[in-house]
């Protein structure tokens, strides 16, 4: 199936998103997660820079995504979150204190993925970070990330232990096999779709959805559970 993949722009702000009403899908995880390396695998060209110095970069990048003959969306790459800074930093991250560009694009209601190392089932700020995710998502998956490097019998056993950890379904996949791209398509696809159910901007509307969460201004000090967890089918 064609993809068609195209770096839209790099946000620092709510002003700096992007006005086109398309669909969106939030990228969260901590630095180093390999979510760079996901996106080129997923739209099969190098259009994200894999990281040399985590951490580094406050932005959200978006990129304009097409497949097949599917709606057009955007994908919005968060700043990974977690890099240690210092014993305080990592400390406050595991709250988490998600930048504001973060709260800004959470702040429109985007489905959400969460990227986990599937090497590191249930890590403190990762559970913390999927509390945030899936309360201020309208709707949210996670992802585990480089399951390449598991052998079968530590693959299965991550698996459980991270659908355990987050009581949800997980998806394995893998930017160097290839492993799982069709599947997170889909998931992309399901979790956009049924957001859309829910807040579809109007046709003529050439404004932002309209955020339904949060405001960047009233970011959530605690995860509520007001939208529960719809699980993949
Ligand atoms: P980011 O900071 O989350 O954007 O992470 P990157 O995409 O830059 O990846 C961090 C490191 O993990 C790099 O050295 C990648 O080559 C490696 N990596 C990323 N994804 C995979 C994967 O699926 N399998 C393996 N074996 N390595 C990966």
């Known amino acids: 199936m064609k993809i068609e993949a195209t770096f839209v722009t790099s946000a620092t702000s709510a002003g700096d998103l992007p006005r086109e009403p398309l669909a969106e899908i939030a990228l ?55 890099y240690a800074e210092g014993q305080q930093r990592a400390k406050a991250l595991a709250e988490p204190a998600f930048d504001e560009i973060a709260r800004a694009v959470f702040a429109r209601s985007p489905a959400a993925l969460l990227l986990v190392d599937a090497r590191h089932p249930g890590l403190e700020n990762d559970r913390a970070a999927w509390e945030w995710v899936s309360s201020a998502a309208a709707d949210a998956a996670v992802v585990a990330t480089k399951i390449d490097k598991l052998a079968r019998g530590e693959r299965i056993r991550a698996m459980r232990q991270l659908e355990s950890v987050f009581d949800a379904p997980v998806l394995p996949v893998s930017a160097v096999t290839g492993e799982g791209m069709e599947e997170l398509w889909n998931l992309i696809d399901s979790l956009v779709n049924r957001r859309n159910r829910n807040s579809r901007p109007s046709r003529n509307s050439q404004r932002p959805p ?19 967890l719809r699980r993949k089918k």
């Open 28 to 82: 969260v995880g901590r630095s180093n997660v390999g979510k760079s390396s996901l996106i080129n695998s997923l739209v099969r060209q190098r259009i994200a820079r894999t990281s040399s110095s985590p951490g580094k970069t406050r932005l959200a990048n978006v990129y304009r995504l097409t497949r097949g003959n599917a709606a057009p969306l955007h994908l919005v790459d968060l700043p990974g979150f977690g």
């Open 210 to 228: 309209k955020p339904t969460a949060r405001s960047p201004e009233q970011p959530p000090t605690e995860p509520t559970r007001q939208q529960p």
